[in-house]
Nanobody, 118 residues
């Protein structure tokens, strides 16, 4: 499956941004979709994930209550709604796909930069 993330940009502290990740190539609903981020000079961190049906979501503690992951399987797209953004949310955000909760993420998008100004 091919993944294309978009929607990054510059936003002020407290603002909102919605990222999208469009998938192509396989049956989208078969994949668990995850969001990750990597700040400059740091390791890539897990942000959250959503099940194939969209009924189950998980979030990192750092974003819980501020970020929401949804998906539209008819559009082969997963979204990351980010609210109450903080400067520490500044990072390149990546979407990824895997076929089960125990496996690794096999497919990755190219990343989209989110910059939160203070």
């Amino acid at each position: 499956v091919q993944l294309q993330a978009s929607g990054g940009g510059l936003v002020q502290t407290g603002g909102s941004l919605r990222l999208s990740c469009a998938a192509s190539g396989r049956t989208f609903s078969n994949y668990i979709m995850g969001w990750f981020r990597q700040a400059q000079g740091k390791e890539r961190d897990f942000v959250g994930a959503i099940s194939g049906s969209g009924g189950v979501t998980y979030y990192a503690d750092s974003v819980k209550g501020r970020f929401t992951i949804t998906r539209d399987n008819a559009k082969n797209t997963v979204y990351l709604q980010m609210n109450s953004l903080k400067p520490e949310d500044t990072a390149v955000y990546y979407c990824a796909a895997r076929t089960n909760w125990e496996g690794k993420y096999d497919y990755w998008g190219q990343g989209t930069l989110v910059t939160v100004s203070s």
